[in-house]
């Protein structure tokens, strides 16, 4: 027991630290929280040596204490009219320890229920009311007689709480079969949840697997972008350069094309002329060959001339040879 629960001087039945949800109903925003039950309470604070608590869970209004599934340690909720709180161990046997607590706290609250209280109150004030009727000098047989009739109510009381006992012993016999039945069905849970893990831990390892061998493609991928990037850039250079190429040899296809034009006029001109001294030579082709031909004809015509001079000569040498011969004889 702490320095708190010793200042208290209250018997406490269990302490320990728990994690506790805030007020909105939910599991959700859980706090550490050390937590004592003490006199059908669980009064809870911050830490072991703070004296002033956070809350307090009145017992006496509890309905039902039960297991709570959790995603992290282990659960159990108390219900109340107005409100379910929720808490949450480290360790099953520690969440065990504190629904036993529970329950024996909610079944002694049962025992103790108020009418021994009432009982009590009434009897005191019975008491004060009888001596300030009669003063300081009421019989002691009144007294005693009254007393009688004060135990006999109580042994009523008694009847009446060994009653509530039973019924407090059923509901814990309840309580425990439920308990019984709660931690069976988180076996269950925690069994499933082992099976949804492993089957979560391989889906976990395909994944895995899965994206290192997407790592694999996309390293493989980009490879070949940057290997695809660079063959596009030398197919542009050689683009450009070709495009610099065709630019120049049409500058100077042109060039030749201008040059051919010019030459090509330039012998069209020489043609012209060849054709105007072609014409010129045949006609004074044919002035010469007509020239010729009165040539030939004089030159025939000399010819025969000659011709017959010389026949005319050979016919006088004969002749002469002739008179020589006569002459000779």
């Known amino acids: 027991m702490n320095e708190m629960d010793q200042g208290l001087k209250k018997p406490v039945v269990k302490t320990g630290w728990l994690q506790k949800t805030g007020g909105s109903g939910g599991l959700t925003g859980w706090k550490e929280r050390y ?8 009064t809870y604070y911050k830490s072991e040596k703070t004296t002033d608590p956070q809350g307090v869970v009145d017992l006496s209004k ?8 959790v995603k992290k340690g282990y659960g159990f909720q108390i219900e109340m009219p107005d409100r379910t709180y929720h808490f949450t161990a480290e360790k099953e046997e ?7 607590a529970v329950m024996e706290a909610v079944a002694n609250i049962a025992v103790r229920s108020g009418s021994i209280s009432s009982i009590k109150s009434s009897a005191v004030t019975a ?7 009669s003063g300081e000098e009421k019989a002691d047989d009144d007294i005693v007689s009254f007393m009688e009739t004060q135990v006999e109510s109580l042994k009523q009381t008694l009847n009446s709480t060994q009653s509530k ?8 016999e309840s309580l425990e079969n439920q308990l019984s039945q709660s931690l069976a ?5 925690i069994q499933k949840s082992a099976q949804e893990k492993t089957e979560l ?17 996309n390293d493989s991928m980009t490879a070949q972008l940057e290997e695809h990037k660079k063959k596009e850039e030398q197919l542009e250079e050689e683009l450009e350069e070709v495009q610099r190429t065709a630019e120049q040899e049409n500058d100077t296809l042109q060039s030749q094309q201008a040059d051919m034009e010019r030459k090509s006029k330039q012998q069209e001109h020489l043609i012209q002329q060849l054709e105007t001294e072609l014409k010129a030579k045949d006609a004074s082709l044919s002035a010469a060959n007509a020239t010729l031909s009165e040539e030939k004809l004089k030159q025939r015509s000399l010819e025969q001339e000659m011709t017959k001079k010389y026949q005319s000569l050979l016919e006088q040498e004969k002749a002469s040879t002739s008179a020589e011969k006569v002459l000779a004889c």
Do not use: Y
């Open 165 to 172: 006992l039973k019924a407090a012993t059923t509901m814990n």
């Open 201 to 217: 831990q391989k889906q976990v390892e395909q994944l895995q697997n899965t994206k290192l061998q997407l790592e694999t493609v």
């Open 35 to 42: 937590c004592v039950l003490s006199q059908g309470k669980i």
């Open 185 to 189: 069905e988180h076996k269950r849970f």
């Open 127 to 133: 008491v004060q009311s009888e001596l300030n009727a």
């Open 62 to 69: 509890c309905a039902k204490v039960e297991p709570l599934i």
């Open 94 to 100: 520690d969440r065990n320890a504190w629904i036993t």
